[in-house]
Nanobody
Framework: VQLQASGGGLVQPGGSLRLSCAAS????????KAWYRQIPGNGREPVAVISSDGSTNYEDSVKGRFTISRDNAENTVFLEMNSLKAEDTAVYYC???????????????WGQGTLVTVSS
């Protein structure tokens, strides 16, 4: 099983970006999906979480600006980021809790990280 993240880049303050993360491999089901971010020198922190029932939670600083969504048919999770600020600059990682086709257990999987830089 692999998670492939894409969509990062350089954007000016106030701009928008859309991150995508596609899961592939022997997947039976995907439960919780999330986006985390990490600033150099800091730990990885959750930004947005979406459960299998579609319920969402957001870190306070991104509420009203970021939207997490999922396409279950394509095993993909998205993060729409609007009104970006300099403090949103970080490496963003996607996460998924996956039950594989060859196990009864749920395991944590991470994407490779995609850099988002907000700067003028």
């Amino acid at each position: 099983v692999q998670l492939q993240a894409s969509g990062g880049g350089l954007v000016q303050p106030g701009g928008s970006l859309r991150l995508s993360c596609a899961a592939s491999g022997s997947i039976f089901s995907i439960n919780t999906k999330a986006w985390y971010r990490q600033i150099p020198g800091n730990g990885r922190e959750p930004v947005a979480v979406i459960s299998s029932d579609g319920s969402t939670n957001y870190e306070d600083s991104v509420k009203g600006r970021f939207t997490i969504s999922r396409d279950n048919a394509e095993n993909t999770v998205f993060l729409e980021m609007n009104s970006l600020k300099a403090e949103d600059t970080a490496v963003y990682y996607c996460y998924a809790a996956i039950v594989t086709s060859y196990s009864d257990y749920e395991y944590d999987y991470w994407g490779q990280g995609t850099l988002v830089t907000v700067s003028s």
